[in-house]
């Protein structure tokens, strides 16, 4: 079946420095992939999804880049802001036919980032 | 942006009690689904449906059953609560299969 690692646990940065949460994944189709992301006490929401073109998806100063390859959808910023603080999701969507249309997420990353 | 609402916010019952979580979206989504989040775990398929009077089952469906009686309402129920089933509970909605998810607010339930 699909599954799913993220980078687990905790990850602290300070304020400036570049962001990079790992993603890797396995599927046998060929997959869509996400990162929804969980501030406190608030729900998850989409961050960015993979495009079917192979462009990179950006949004908020973050991107991701989708390699088939070694398959993996690692989330980076260049600079990391206080206000990026959450729990970052990385989910994949592979679908089989029929009306399957689940989500497998990962465990979540915590990000803490520090002045 | 997609709406999707639950309720109650927070639940409290006893083991062996019966509890019903409701969720609706107003968006026309066809797909609904029901999550669990816990520490360690993240977040967990326990149902879903693509529309009224479907049922499909998630990856941890163990103690738990749902109901999708309209376009718009998703249902969550435990039968027979147990302190295992203490968890935040997330609806979300899509439109197909590769579109995004919606959540909602959760609801917190605690089962003592």
Not at chain 1, 34 to 49: C, G, R, T
Not at chain 1, 51 to 66: I, M, S, V, Y
Not at chain 1, 90 to 114: D, I, P, Q, R
């Amino acid at each position: 079946g699909d599954s799913v690692t993220q980078t687990e646990g905790l990850v602290t940065l300070t304020e400036g420095l570049p962001v990079m949460l790992n993603c890797t994944y396995q599927s046998t189709y060929s997959p869509f992939l996400f990162w929804y992301v969980q501030h406190l006490n608030e729900a998850p929401k989409l961050l960015l999804k993979s495009f079917t073109d192979n462009k990179r998806p950006e949004h908020q100063g973050f991107h991701a880049t989708l390699h088939k390859s070694s398959s993996s959808f690692h989330l980076q910023k260049s600079s990391a802001q206080l206000s990026d603080s959450a729990l970052y999701y990385c989910a994949l969507s592979a679908y089989s036919g029929g009306s399957n249309a689940k989500l497998t997420f990962g465990k979540g990353t915590k990000l803490s980032v520090k002045s | 942006e997609a709406a999707v609402t639950q309720s109650p916010r927070n639940k409290v019952t006893v083991t062996g009690g019966n509890v019903t979580l409701s969720c609706r979206q107003t968006n026309s989504h066809n797909y609904m689904y029901w999550y669990r989040q816990d520490t360690g775990h993240g977040l967990r398929l326990i149902h879903y449906s693509y529309g009224a009077g479907n049922l499909q089952i998630g990856d941890v469906p163990d103690g738990y059953k749902a109901t999708r009686t309209t376009q718009e309402d998703f249902f969550l129920l435990l039968e027979l609560a147990s302190p295992s089933q203490t968890s935040l509970y997330f609806c979300a909605s899509a439109g197909g299969t590769q579109d995004t998810q919606y959540f909602g607010p959760g609801t917190r339930l605690l089962v003592l």
